[in-house]
C-alpha cells in the first residue's frame, strides 16, 4: 500500500512538472505564430516574395519538439515503463546538453553572433531586443524551464527504480482468469459426483449389445 502512494506520488510529481516545459513549449509555439504572421503582413505591404525566415522556423520546429517531449514525458509517468522513461530522460538530458552548450557560447563568445546564419529580415534583431529588455523575466523564465527538466530526470529515475505497479497487474490477471473457470464449477455442482456423460452411457449400452449378440450366435 506504502508503495503504491510513493509511486503515484512520483507519477503526479513528474508530470506536473514536465507540464512546465509543455507550457513553454507552447509559448514558442505562439511566439513563433506570431512572428510569421508579422512576416506575412510586411510581405504583403511590398507585394514580393520572400522565403521564410529561419529564426520563424527554428522557434516553431523547438515549440513543437517541446510539446511532444511533454506528451512523451507523461506517457512514460503513466506506464512507469522502464525503457520510456530511460529514452525521455535521455532525450532531457541531450537537451539540457545543447542549451548549456548555447548559453555558455552566447556568454563567453564575443562573436556569437557569427555562430548563426544571417538573417536579412530582422527577426533575429527583434529577439534580441526583445530579451535584453527584458532580461531578468527571461532569466527566470530559462532557469525554471531548465529546474523543471533536471527535475524531470531525478523523478524519472525514481519512478524507473520504483517500476511499474505489478499488484494492479496481477489483479487484472485473476480478474479475467476466474470468471472463466465459473462454468465449470457449476457444471459439476449442478449434475453431482455420480452424474455421468451421455456419450459414455451410449457406448456402455451398443458394448453390450455386442457380447449378447456374440453370445447368442
Known amino acids: ?5 510513493v509511486r503515484s506520488c512520483v507519477q503526479t510529481a513528474l508530470k506536473a512538472v514536465n507540464s512546465v516545459v509543455g507550457l513553454a513549449g507552447m509559448a514558442v509555439i505562439l511566439y513563433a505564430l506570431w512572428m510569421l504572421r508579422a512576416w506575412y503582413r510586411e510581405v504583403a505591404d511590398l507585394d514580393q516574395r520572400f522565403p521564410v525566415p529561419w529564426v520563424i522556423y527554428t522557434f516553431l520546429g523547438l ?16 506506464t512507469a515503463n522502464g525503457h520510456c522513461l530511460s529514452c525521455y530522460m535521455i532525450i532531457v538530458f541531450v537537451l539540457i546538453i545543447l542549451e548549456g552548450a548555447i548559453t555558455v557560447d552566447v556568454f563567453l563568445n564575443t562573436n556569437w553572433e557569427e555562430d548563426f546564419p544571417p538573417d536579412p529580415s530582422g527577426k533575429f534583431d527583434e529577439f534580441k531586443d526583445f530579451v535584453r529588455s527584458n532580461f531578468e523575466i527571461c532569466e ?24 511499474p505497479d505489478r499488484e494492479t ?26 452424474y455421468a456423460e451421455p456419450n459414455t452411457s451410449r457406448r456402455s449400452d451398443s458394448w453390450k449389445l455386442r457380447i449378447l449378440d456374440k453370445v447368442n450366435n
Open 169 to 194: 497487474v496481477y489483479d487484472s490477471d485473476d480478474d479475467t482468469t476466474v470468471p472463466a473457470r465459473l462454468p465449470l464449477l457449476r457444471n459439476q455442482s449442478q449434475h453431482g459426483p455420480d
Open 140 to 163: 527566470w523564465v530559462g532557469l525554471s524551464v531548465v529546474a523543471a527538466q533536471v527535475l524531470s530526470i531525478i523523478l524519472g529515475m525514481v519512478l524507473r527504480t520504483l517500476g
Open 1 to 5: 500500500m506504502a508503495g503504491r502512494m
Open 63 to 78: 515549440g513543437i519538439f517541446l510539446c511532444l517531449l511533454t506528451c512523451s514525458g507523461h506517457i512514460a509517468a503513466e
